[in-house]
């Protein structure tokens, strides 16, 4: 168990829908990423913040958004659903500090779009 | 940009043979280097990193891992596989970031390990 909690394991909607994720990081942690892992396109950096701030964005959408809460807790709203956002969406939290190299990864939510 | 590459979508080991898992990456700078595991319907688990040091790494399950800067690579290894050790196996290297905050992770394909009885 790396500490890292993520809910709904699953979940199955419709096209058009709106759904949001959510994590919480392993005790301690500042930093939260987000990942996308899809048959095609493998594991995609999507978004990471730090305390509460958006550090660094990689290939999200700009149907996709997310957030991290004063306790620290983050959220991954992802709207106007097509097909091909079906994916397993990871979250993975790191110390931040200076000597914050590994991230450790959440169960994942596998979300399915019909 | 920093990137990272797994020649072999898929690795077949009988058991108690040695394994190597193959990682070859491209980095600016400094390389800080991953592997993660990943079992069926399960997330990412951490088995070792390279930061600095010993070339030579040792992980979590009696995995280890061979720094080579000349040949640019990061081979995953271990002396005696298990069946159990079947997984997806993810190299990755980390992006600089902002100092202090953590930086995004970049991986591999992955590589499917087999360990047949």
């Known amino acids: 168990d790396s500490g890292v909690t993520q809910t709904p394991k699953h979940l199955i909607t419709a096209t058009g829908q709106r759904v949001t994720l959510r994590c919480s990081p392993r005790?301690?942690?500042?930093?939260v990423y987000w990942y996308q892992q899809s048959l095609d396109q493998g594991l995609q950096f999507l978004i990471q913040?730090?305390?509460?701030?958006?550090?660094a964005k990689g290939n999200i959408l700009e149907r996709f958004s997310a957030q991290q809460f004063p306790d620290l807790h983050s959220e991954l709203n992802l709207s106007s659903l097509e097909l091909g956002d079906s994916a397993l969406y990871f979250c993975?939290?790191?110390?931040?500090?200076?000597?914050?190299?590994?991230?450790?990864f959440g169960p994942g939510t596998r979300l399915t779009v019909t | 940009a920093q990137s990272v590459a797994q020649p072999e979508d898929q690795v077949n080991v009988a058991e108690g043979n040695p394994l190597t898992v193959k990682c070859t990456y491209s980095?600016?700078?400094?390389?800080?280097l991953f592997w993660y595991v990943q079992y069926p319907n399960r997330g990412l688990q951490f088995l070792l990193k390279?930061?600095?040091?010993?070339?030579l790494v040792k992980g979590s399950y009696g995995f280890e891992a061979e720094f080579n800067k000349s040949q640019t690579s990061f081979h995953l290894k271990k002396p005696s596989a298990l069946v159990s050790d079947s997984a997806l196996y993810f190299c990755?290297?980390?992006?600089?970031?902002?100092?202090?905050?953590?930086?995004?992770?970049?991986f591999g394909q992955g590589t499917e390990l087999s360990v047949k009885p």
């Open positions: 990755a290297v980390r992006d600089a970031g902002i100092y202090n905050q953590g930086g995004k992770l970049i």
């Open positions: 005790s301690g942690d500042l930093s």
């Open positions: 993975a939290s790191s110390v931040g500090g200076a000597s914050s190299y590994e991230q450790y």
């Open positions: 980095v600016s700078g400094n390389p800080y």
């Open positions: 913040y730090y305390n509460g701030e958006e550090r």
């Open positions: 390279y930061i600095t040091g010993d070339n």
